[in-house]
């Protein structure tokens, strides 16, 4: 089955500075590659997901990379600011066209210090 | 107003009794999932269902039972076979493109 290995565990920046969370996925049949952002004490939100026809998505100040043939993805966190302290989590699913499970990686708790 | 609603935010259980948590959704989404969370860790999947009456285990369903009689309603018992339940849980669905959202979960203490 597909496991996800999510790096580094924590992080902490300075606002402003940016930050990059990796994740490598062990299933070449996934293709549905989701990040979330958890803050304490509440369900995780979706922020950006990325399939495997694209290598690159942008959304404001975030962005995801994918590199398919070496199994691994990044989020891109550009100007962080003190809200954009969470735990983010990736996903990986081998999305065939219907609703398939997601599996997670153990998640990075971000700190971004004013 | 759409979303995903779970039932109750905090609950208590003495060891030994069954609990039922709720999970309701009002975005027409076919498939649903349970997960647990514990500190430090990922969510883990306990149950899914990608159609009203029908539900399959995921990775640690063992200790837990799901139902879905309606396409709006995934409820999770946790049952005395649960050795350990004290966890965050987490209810979710997906639309057809595999988006999943989730609730704001219900955290269940053993006393």
């Known amino acids: 089955g597909e496991n996800v290995e999510q790096h580094p565990s924590t992080l902490s920046v300075q606002e402003g500075d940016s930050a990059v969370i990796k994740c490598t996925y062990s299933?070449?049949?996934?293709?549905?590659f989701p990040w979330y952002k958890q803050e304490l004490g509440k369900g995780p939100q979706l922020i950006i997901d990325i399939r495997s026809n694209v290598g690159e998505k942008k959304d404001q100040r975030i962005a995801v990379t994918l590199n398919k043939t070496a199994k691994h993805f990044s989020l891109h966190i550009t100007e962080t600011q003190p809200e954009d302290s969470a735990v983010y989590f990736c996903a990986a699913s081998p999305w065939g066209g219907g609703s398939e499970k997601l599996v997670f990686g153990k998640g990075t708790k971000l700190t971004v210090n004013p | 107003d759409g979303g995903i609603t779970q039932s109750p935010k905090y609950l208590f259980r003495k060891e030994g009794q069954n609990v039922t948590l709720s999970c309701e959704q009002n975005l027409n989404h076919d498939a649903m999932y349970w997960y647990r969370q514990d500190p430090g860790q990922g969510l883990r999947l306990i149950y899914y269902s990608q159609i009203v009456n029908d539900f399959q285990k995921g990775d640690i369903a063992e200790g837990y039972s799901v139902s879905r009689e309606k396409k709006e309603s995934f409820p999770l018992t946790v049952t005395s076979a649960q050795k350990n339940p004290t966890a965050f849980y987490l209810c979710a669905s997906s639309n057809p493109t595999n988006e999943q959202f989730f609730g704001p979960g219900t955290r269940l203490t053993v006393l």
């Open positions: 299933d070449s049949a996934s293709n549905y």
